[in-house]
């Protein structure tokens, strides 16, 4: 299979989502939808962006290539590289620090065998990366999976959370 068929079946796919964004903006407005369009290919590719689908998210809004590069590399929730199929980010700022952050972070790296940014071998789990904040300081220490927050963290509870994703 082409690398063009495989871009076609992916925008094929995300295209409703797209669209439905893109209803929600006047005609001459469409790179309004950039965020949910490349939010929507992503899904649709495995949780990762490739340069061709990005080219063909920026032809279908209409948009110089360039400005959904600048997008796509500006905002962690975009990955440019294959990823586990679930990602996870530590909060480090200084409330998880103090209540235990740290910990955290080498407790999950020695439960799944790789260090931040990495990939477990089996592909299940991508250490994204350690965020600045997460925004949930009250509930120090915490995490995002997935896009779900997990806040008041333990080793323990971190196993369970882990544990139960397929």
Request: charged residues 25%; aromatic residues 6%; glycine residues 8%.
């Amino acid at each position: 299979m082409s690398a063009t068929t495989d871009i076609d079946k992916i925008m094929e796919k995300a295209r409703p989502e797209i669209d439905k964004w893109l209803a929600k903006f006047p005609a001459e407005r469409k790179q309004s939808a950039v965020i949910p369009a490349l939010t929507a290919v992503q899904e649709e590719n495995g949780g990762w962006l490739t340069r061709e689908l990005m080219d063909a998210v920026a032809a279908y809004l209409g948009m110089p290539p360039i400005a959904v590069y600048e997008v796509a590399s500006f905002y962690s929730m975009y990955d440019l590289e294959p990823v586990g199929r679930h990602k996870i980010n530590v909060c480090n700022n200084i409330s998880c620090q103090l209540c235990g952050g740290d910990d955290i972070i080498r407790h999950i790296e020695n439960k799944l065998g790789v260090k931040v940014g990495e990939t477990t071998s089996d592909g299940k789990f991508t250490i994204k990366r350690e965020e600045e904040c997460l925004a949930a300081c009250s509930g120090a220490p915490m995490m995002a999976v997935d896009g779900h927050y997990y806040e008041n963290l333990t080793p323990e509870k971190v196993d369970e959370i882990l544990d139960g994703l397929e």
